[in-house]
């Protein structure tokens, strides 16, 4: 399924999946916050520490594979596969966004 995401969305998705994860600041607000998995990071150096760690703890990848709009949220359900228990699961993406760039994200 072809889905169209927000371009923010659809860049944070290409870093997850592997591309330099410096490249944060490119689709975050500098004061955003992300909640995953019991932890809350906030502002850009802690976001991108969040996601090289995640990456190394699970080296996963994300096809996001539905979108929907809720008011000022956007929620992608996406199918993860990686080294873990599991794999691979659905998980929803909800994003808020602020301008160009992403305000909050929270995956569960």
Request: with cysteine.
């Amino acid at each position: 399924m072809n889905i169209q995401l927000a371009k923010p969305i659809d860049k944070y998705f290409d870093i997850s999946n592997g591309i330099d994860s410096a490249q944060v600041k490119e689709c975050f607000t500098s004061n955003a916050t992300v909640y995953d998995e019991g932890g809350t990071y906030q502002d850009l150096a802690s976001i991108e520490f969040w996601l090289q760690e995640t990456r190394k703890k699970y080296q996963f990848s994300a096809k996001p594979i539905s979108v929907d709009t809720k008011e000022q949220l956007v929620i992608v359900v996406a199918e993860v596969s990686g080294k873990f228990p599991g794999s691979p699961i659905k998980l929803n993406y909800t994003f808020v966004l602020s301008g160009e760039k992403i305000q909050s994200l929270e995956i569960a």
